[in-house]
C-alpha cells in the first residue's frame, strides 16, 4: 500500500508560491511610476529618498542604507520620493506624484496643506458609536477620490457595539465603489482584514477624527514589531505649539503605513471631481435637468428635485452634496484669487526692481 504523505508537507514549498523578496527601494513603496521617472544613472547619483517625517527644520527621509535629515528647501510632504543632492541635500528633487492628499489649511490663511503623498489606500476610520457621521466620510471620499487614491470605510469598536450592524448598513449606503470593512481593532483582526490592501509595496494611510483608533490600527498591522508612536511638535497655523505625529513607518510585510493626528478640520478645495465621483449618481443625474446651471433647489425642470418628490434621492443626502460643493467653490475661487494676486504682486515687485537697475 502507498501512503500519501502530502497532506503533511508544508504547502509553501512550492517554488512557483513563493514569493520573490522585495528589492530595498520596493520595500519602502518604489513602483514602476517612480522607476520611469529617472534612468539608471540618475539613480546611482542621486539616489531616491522617500520622505517619512516633515519636522519644523525640515524632513527625515530614507532610502537604500540611508535614514537622514533633510534641510528646508524641496517642497514635499510625507510619502514623497526625492532625488538626493549629496552636494545640497536642500536643492533635492521631488520626483512626479502618484497621488496626492491636501485640504484647505486650517485657520484663518488661504494656503493649502499638503498632507500625504503617493498613498496607495487611505483608510477612513469611524468608531460604531458618536463618532459615527455619515457627512464626514463622505468629505474623506471625496479628499481620496480627488487625490487618485483608493478609499477604505473603516467602522472600528464593533466589541463596544450593541448593533454595529446598524452602522455597517450607513457605511455601506455612501458608495457602491468604497468597500466597508467593521472589526476590533484591538484584536487580530486587522491584519487579516486589511491584508488585500496592505500588501508588499503598497502604502496605506489611516485618516479620521481623535480616538478612533488609528494608532490601534498602525499597531495591530505591525504585529510584534509594535511602534511606539512618536509626538511631534510642531507649530500651527497660528504659532501655537500642538502635538501632533505624521510618519511613514515600513512594516516588515513590505507595505508602508501612515499614521496621522485626528483630523477636526477639513475643510475641501479644487476637490471638484472627487465630489463628482463621490456623488455620481447625483452628477449623473443633474446632467438631466432643464438648465445647464440648474442649482437643484427651485429651478423648474430639475431632474434632482424630481426624484427627490418621487422618494429616489434623499433629501438630507443632496444637501450634503451641495454643502461640500458650495465650499469647494468657495476655497477654490479665494486661493485662485490669491494665487493671481501673487502672481501680480510679484510682476509687480519685477517690474520695480527693474525699473532701478535702468
Ligand atoms: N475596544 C476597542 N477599543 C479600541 C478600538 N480601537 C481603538 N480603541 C481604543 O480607543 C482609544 C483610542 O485609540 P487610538 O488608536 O489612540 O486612536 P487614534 O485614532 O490614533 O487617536 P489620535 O491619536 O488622537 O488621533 C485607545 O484606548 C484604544 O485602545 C476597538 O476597535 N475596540
Ligand atoms: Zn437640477
Same mark, same amino acid.
Given at each position: 500500500?502507498?501512503?500519501?504523505?502530502?497532506?503533511?508537507?508544508?504547502?509553501?514549498?512550492?517554488?512557483?508560491?513563493? !514569493?520573490?523578496?522585495? /528589492?530595498?527601494?520596493?520595500?519602502?513603496?518604489?513602483?514602476?511610476?517612480?522607476?520611469?521617472? *529617472?534612468?539608471?544613472?540618475?539613480?546611482?547619483?542621486?539616489?531616491?529618498?522617500?520622505?517619512?517625517?516633515?519636522?519644523?527644520?525640515?524632513?527625515?527621509?530614507?532610502?537604500?542604507?540611508?535614514?537622514?535629515?533633510?534641510?528646508?528647501?524641496?517642497?514635499?510632504?510625507?510619502?514623497?520620493?526625492?532625488?538626493?543632492?549629496? $552636494?545640497?541635500?536642500?536643492?533635492? $528633487?521631488?520626483?512626479?506624484?502618484?497621488?496626492?492628499?491636501?485640504?484647505?489649511?486650517?485657520?484663518?490663511?488661504?494656503?493649502?496643506?499638503?498632507?500625504?503623498?503617493?498613498?496607495?489606500?487611505?483608510?477612513?476610520? /469611524?468608531?460604531?458609536?458618536?463618532?459615527?457621521? =455619515?457627512?464626514?466620510?463622505?468629505?474623506?471620499?471625496?479628499?481620496?477620490?480627488?487625490?487618485? !487614491?483608493?478609499?477604505?470605510?473603516?467602522?472600528?469598536? *464593533?466589541?463596544?457595539?450593541?448593533?454595529?450592524?446598524?452602522?455597517? &448598513?450607513?457605511?455601506?449606503?455612501?458608495?457602491?465603489? =468604497?468597500? !466597508? =470593512?467593521?472589526?476590533?481593532?484591538? /484584536?487580530?483582526?486587522?491584519?487579516?482584514?486589511?491584508?488585500?490592501?496592505?500588501?508588499?509595496?503598497?502604502?496605506?494611510?489611516?485618516?479620521?477624527?481623535?480616538?478612533?483608533?488609528?494608532?490601534?490600527?498602525?499597531?495591530?498591522?505591525?504585529?510584534?514589531?509594535?511602534?511606539?508612536?512618536?509626538? !511631534?511638535?510642531?507649530?500651527?497655523?497660528?504659532?501655537?505649539?500642538?502635538?501632533?505625529?505624521?510618519?511613514?513607518?515600513?512594516?516588515?510585510?513590505?507595505?508602508? *503605513?501612515?499614521?496621522?493626528?485626528?483630523?477636526?478640520?477639513?475643510?475641501?478645495?479644487?476637490?471638484?471631481?472627487?465630489?463628482?465621483?463621490?456623488?455620481?449618481?447625483?452628477?449623473?443625474?443633474?446632467?438631466?435637468?432643464?438648465?445647464?446651471?440648474?442649482?437643484?433647489? =427651485?429651478?423648474?425642470?430639475?431632474?434632482?428635485?424630481? &426624484? *427627490? $418628490?418621487?422618494?429616489?434621492?434623499?433629501?438630507?443626502?443632496?444637501?450634503?452634496?451641495?454643502?461640500?460643493?458650495?465650499?469647494?467653490?468657495?476655497?477654490? &475661487?479665494?486661493?485662485?484669487?490669491?494665487? /493671481?494676486?501673487?502672481?501680480?504682486?510679484?510682476?509687480?515687485?519685477?517690474?520695480?526692481?527693474?525699473?532701478?537697475?535702468?
Amino acid at each position: 500500500m502507498t501512503r500519501d504523505y502530502s497532506q503533511f508537507l508544508p504547502t509553501d514549498t512550492d517554488p512557483d508560491r513563493r !514569493v520573490a523578496p522585495l /528589492s530595498p527601494l520596493a520595500q519602502l513603496g518604489w513602483q514602476q511610476f517612480f522607476a520611469q521617472q *529617472v534612468s539608471v544613472e540618475q539613480i546611482e547619483e542621486t539616489p531616491p529618498l522617500r520622505v517619512t517625517e516633515v519636522h519644523r527644520n525640515g524632513l527625515q527621509a530614507r532610502g537604500d542604507g540611508i535614514d537622514m535629515h533633510i534641510p528646508h528647501g524641496p517642497d514635499a510632504t510625507v510619502g514623497d520620493w526625492l532625488l538626493l543632492n549629496r $552636494e545640497l541635500p536642500s536643492a533635492s $528633487e521631488v520626483l512626479d506624484r502618484k497621488s496626492l492628499i491636501k485640504r484647505r489649511a486650517p485657520g484663518k490663511t488661504l494656503g493649502v496643506q499638503l498632507i500625504a503623498a503617493n498613498l496607495d489606500t487611505t483608510f477612513i476610520v /469611524s468608531s460604531c458609536n458618536d463618532d459615527f457621521n =455619515v457627512a464626514r466620510i463622505e468629505r474623506f471620499i471625496a479628499l481620496a477620490f480627488e487625490a487618485d !487614491v483608493t478609499p477604505v470605510i473603516i467602522l472600528t469598536k *464593533v466589541d463596544k457595539c450593541d448593533a454595529p450592524e446598524t452602522y455597517i &448598513a450607513q457605511a455601506e449606503a455612501i458608495s457602491p465603489f =468604497v468597500p !466597508v =470593512v467593521a472589526l476590533n481593532a484591538k /484584536s487580530a483582526e486587522p491584519q487579516m482584514k486589511l491584508a488585500d490592501w496592505c500588501k508588499p509595496g503598497q502604502t496605506v494611510a489611516f485618516l479620521g477624527s481623535s480616538g478612533v483608533g488609528k494608532s490601534t490600527l498602525t499597531n495591530a498591522l505591525a504585529g510584534d514589531d509594535a511602534i511606539a508612536t512618536q509626538e !511631534v511638535r510642531e507649530d500651527d497655523a497660528r504659532g501655537r505649539h500642538t502635538t501632533t505625529r505624521r510618519q511613514l513607518y515600513f512594516l516588515a510585510s513590505g507595505c508602508a *503605513v501612515l499614521d496621522t493626528p485626528g483630523m477636526r478640520e477639513l475643510q475641501l478645495t479644487d476637490a471638484a471631481s472627487g465630489l463628482a465621483e463621490m456623488f455620481s449618481d447625483l452628477d449623473e443625474l443633474g446632467a438631466q435637468c432643464k438648465f445647464n446651471d440648474c442649482k437643484h433647489t =427651485v429651478e423648474p425642470g430639475c431632474a434632482i428635485l424630481a &426624484a *427627490v $418628490e418621487r422618494g429616489e434621492v434623499d433629501a438630507t443626502r443632496l444637501a450634503r452634496w451641495q454643502k461640500l460643493v458650495a465650499e469647494d467653490l468657495h476655497n477654490s &475661487a479665494t486661493l485662485a484669487e490669491r494665487r /493671481s494676486k501673487d502672481k501680480a504682486f510679484g510682476k509687480m515687485v519685477r517690474n520695480a526692481q527693474k525699473k532701478k537697475k535702468n
